[in-house]
């Protein structure tokens, strides 16, 4: 008998699952997965119906919250890393960006119409960047366009022969023609093929600026 | 699709100023290209309908607030899925925007085919050949200018982290391009597809408000009309006869201490009548705890585990089996001319109740009688240890 106690005890924190820790019904790799984040007792009997008891009129004798843990929609491995390490927070780097260009704008003189680009290996990856900063931009009361300054292939082809430091004020050298009275480029980039870290610079007719 | 030449010119540039030199990209053996496959397929059918409640939320938007004063023709330039999810996913997305805004023609857009728009085209000239879309090409939007007035919708669909967000725009169809309207929405893995009516859409406020009234609605207590049919066990040896079936139609209340029922009780009363066999009443309780969850489910099936009691009085010529001497038939001959014997006794059970909606139930339960333990004319369908279920009983429930 004393060892069936034994036994019990032993396995009860495995069996008995109280918060997202591996055991039997979760490995590491499936917790991995999981995003959890910290509810206080109003949000969570709001946003969780009838899975969440209220609070007593009276007060509860503790306090509560709960934790709300969510698996990713994309399996862990399906996309390239660095590609996921962009997409899996888009929104959040989108809305960074757009604040730190709203900020760099000088405060004299009306604001500009941002024009956007992103340079990151995967097209498709900078194409879904773009976007989102867009709309961050557009979210913050910024005027936006969808126009996109070109170079041209030799521009490109002498670009490619300097350090990104001077490479990208030379390619705003070459933007800044393109650009109308009041329009402004904001340029998202990464300085490295396998860096997750987004660069920006600002390109206007006064010249380029690196965004911190 | 940006224009093919900017791409590869953004490609060059990027691939010319990174530090890092390029690498060649690591070789995917045919099994795991095929096992990626089938998981981009499953998490594509995974996202697809929260991907059409994100397009629903967007078209009821529009209908609610027109992005536009007067019904405007738009190009459907662009729609993306989450990146590494195929076209088939993109094709489905796309087809069930046209046909949300095809039944919404309050939002104001009207889809218009614009060739020159989407088609890919190439135009030389002094600074070089470029080869894009129309959308893209401030030449051909020139062209464009000077017909009726056009925008163009851009829909991209990513998966971040639990979340899938919808980013639309619209752009004027002009040389400068300017964003006129712009809306992000999101969603989220842990909130169920909505399925909404396509021809009566709602928001996911409305929906969840909707869901949340019905589970509210029901009330604390429901009228229970039951049909139960209890079985006796034959004993496996000796000369006892075990008491026929017994068909009971019950009825009373079944109460709840929340909206969510996760625990119920219950108490009905109940008769059987066999002619020329037995009569009988019966008052019943019992204690209902939710096994699928927490919240009882308005959509989809529940299981409840049940533990009851049950105070039951039979009389008639059919019930001499409840007693603990083994009836025989000189005992079943002999007793035709006396008084039809009468029988009070109590049964304790627990059972399994599968709940198929909030109206209709059927349950299985195994029953033990104290009183009868040690009778000779019942057989225990279950036994631990010393307790014997002598009963089986099933029944079907209707609730109102």
């Known amino acids: 008998m004393e060892w069936v106690l034994l036994a019990g005890l032993l396995l009860a924190p495995v069996l008995a699952r109280l918060g997202p820790a591996p055991g039997l019904g979760m490995d590491r790799d499936e917790l991995r997965a999981l995003q959890c984040e910290r509810l206080a007792l109003e949000a969570a009997v709001r946003e969780e119906p009838g899975r969440v008891r209220p609070g007593r009129e009276r007060g509860d004798y503790m306090d509560r919250s709960a934790l709300r843990c969510r698996q990713d929609l994309v399996p862990p491995g399906l996309r390239p890393p660095r590609d996921e390490a962009v997409l899996s927070t888009l929104g959040a780097q989108a809305q960074a960006l757009g604040a730190r260009a709203v900020a760099s704008t000088p405060r004299a003189g009306p604001p500009p119409t941002w024009l956007v680009q992103a340079h990151l290996p995967d097209p498709a990856v900078a194409e879904k960047l773009r976007v989102a900063t867009q709309l961050a931009l557009v979210a913050q009361g910024q005027a936006v366009s969808d126009r996109r300054p070109l170079l041209s292939p030799h521009q490109v082809e002498a670009l490619a022969a300097l350090p990104p430091a001077q490479a990208w004020p030379e390619a705003c050298r070459a933007w800044a023609p393109q650009l109308g009275p009041g329009e402004a480029l904001l340029v998202v980039l990464v300085l490295d093929r396998d860096e997750t870290a987004l660069h920006a610079g600002r390109c206007a007719a006064e010249g380029w600026s690196w965004l911190s | ?400």
Request: aromatic residues 6%; negative net charge.
């Open chain 2, 1 to 400: 699709m940006a224009l093919l030449s900017r791409t590869v010119t953004l490609l060059a540039l990027v691939a010319g100023l990174c530090a890092a030199p390029a690498r060649a990209a690591t070789p995917v053996q045919a099994a795991q290209e095929q096992e990626l496959l089938r998981v981009r397929a499953e998490v594509a059918d995974q996202v697809q309908l929260l991907a059409y409640d994100l397009v629903d939320e967007l078209v009821l938007g529009w209908s609610q607030a027109p992005p536009f004063a007067a019904p405007t023709a738009v190009v459907l330039a662009q729609v993306t899925v989450p990146a590494g999810l195929g076209t088939g996913l993109q094709a489905l997305v796309e087809n069930h925007l046209v046909a949300a805004l095809a039944e919404h023609p309050a939002a104001g857009l009207q889809l218009v085919h614009c060739p020159a728009c989407t088609a890919v085209v190439v135009r030389s000239g002094p600074e070089g050949t470029v080869l894009g879309r129309g959308v893209d090409d401030p030449a051909v939007l020139a062209e464009l200018a000077g017909q009726a007035q056009r925008h163009a919708l851009f829909v991209d669909i990513e998966a971040e982290g639990a979340s899938l967000v919808l980013r639309a725009r619209l752009t004027r169809l002009e040389p400068d391009l300017p964003i006129t309207w712009a809306r992000t929405i999101s969603s989220a893995a842990g909130v169920p597809a909505l399925l909404r009516d396509p021809t009566a859409l709602k928001t996911a406020a409305q929906a969840r408000q909707e869901y949340l009234d019905a589970l509210r609605g029901r009330g604390p207590v429901d009228v229970p009309v039951r049909l139960t049919l209890r079985s006796y066990k034959r004993p496996s040896a000796g000369s006892g006869t075990a008491p026929p079936p017994f068909l009971w139609l019950q009825t009373g209340v079944e109460l709840s201490p929340t909206p969510a029922r996760a625990w119920t009780g219950s108490l009905v009363l109940g008769y059987s009548y066999m002619p020329q066999a037995y009569q009988g009443i019966l008052a019943q309780t019992r204690v209902h705890r939710l096994l699928t969850g927490r919240v009882r489910s308005t959509t989809r099936p529940d299981l409840y585990a049940f533990v009851g009691a049950a105070a039951i009085q039979v009389w008639g010529d059919a019930v001499s089996s409840f007693q603990d001497e083994a009836l025989s038939t000189a005992d079943i001959l002999g007793a035709a001319d006396e008084l039809p014997p009468r029988r009070l006794f109590g049964g304790l059970h627990l059972g399994l109740d599968l709940r198929l909606g909030p109206h209709l139930g059927a349950a299985g339960f195994l029953e033990l009688m104290p009183e009868y333990t040690d009778s000779e004319n019942l057989g225990s369908y279950f036994r631990i240890g010393d307790v014997r279920f002598q009963a089986f009983g099933t029944e079907v429930t209707a609730c109102f």
